[in-house]
């Protein structure tokens, strides 16, 4: 089900990074923006294990195969305008500052998207559904990445739903990522692993209020509490180099601090 609503908002936001990417990228209404990224991307990392790598591209397969159908065959396009549509369309709006969200709500801007949709969801080169594991490298030819890296390749659709575990999870720049469902909670997780994991492969400033993370209650609450440990280190880090402090000179102490 989360999975099914992080789609619908991820169609919406592709359609806004195309139609708008001024407001997309948070720049005035009126301003004549071209983002040079051709492509958004939606992060799927259920867990570590091929198996559950499969299972949700599987799912997301179908889930892209009961879309198209429900847009496009009577009584079920009704079903899916209000149960998917409309509002993954509202929440991606109530992100926006009011003259944007105005613009956006009216018919014109409503049904430019729903058939900017329609159209991407029936496009097999704009939508790709990508596993990214090491198993599925092996049933790549060696010429064909096993996840875009140049921006060319990237450039070569202009959504990109990725799954997998942990190529996806570290040391990896994924350029216009906007939507991340992340299921992974190990039962020891490391520190260093889980703040790496944490900057979900890139900065985003420019969209950060459309970013969207999906995670269970559990994953949430131990980021919460690494934010907690690392501000403290990060605000006293702040305080050297504002001082301009010699740390070769005079090395730091550091206590660490953890939540209760």
């Given amino acids: 089900k989360a999975m099914e609503i992080c789609f619908a908002q991820f169609l919406v936001l592709s359609w806004l990074h195309k139609r708008h990417a001024n407001i997309f990228h948070g720049k005035p209404i009126d301003t004549l923006y071209k983002c040079d990224e051709k492509s958004i991307q939606f992060l799927i990392h259920p867990s570590g294990l091929s198996v ?14 009961d ?36 613009l956006l709500e009216t018919d014109e801007q409503k049904m430019d998207c729903w058939d900017y949709i329609i159209k991407l969801t029936h496009s097999v080169k704009d939508l790709r559904i990508k596993l990214v594991n090491y198993k599925e490298r092996k049933n790549l030819s060696a010429q064909e990445p096993l996840v875009p890296i ?93 001082d301009d402090r010699n740390l070769k000179l005079h090395p730091p102490m550091l206590r660490f601090i953890a939540p209760s």
């Fill in 67 to 102: 879309f198209k159908k429900y847009m496009t065959e009577g009584p079920e396009t009704q079903e899916f305008l209000n149960v998917y549509f409309k509002p993954a369309f509202l929440k991606v709006l109530s992100k926006l500052p009011e003259n944007a969200r105005k």
């Fill in 150 to 242: 140049t921006p060319t390749q990237w450039q070569e659709a202009e959504a990109w739903v990725l799954v997998g575990g942990e190529i996806l999870g570290r040391g990896l720049s994924i350029p216009h990522l906007a939507i991340t469902l992340f299921l992974r909670n190990p039962n020891n997780p490391n520190f260093d692993t889980a703040v790496q994991q944490m900057r979900f492969c890139g900065y985003r400033k420019s969209y950060l209020s459309l970013l969207q993370v999906y995670a269970p209650g559990d994953i949430i609450q131990d980021y919460l509490d690494a934010v907690e440990i690392d501000e403290p280190f990060r605000a006293r880090a702040l305080r050297w180099d504002l």
């Fill in 52 to 65: 559950d790598h499969q299972e949700f591209k599987d799912a997301m397969d179908l889930c892209l195969s």
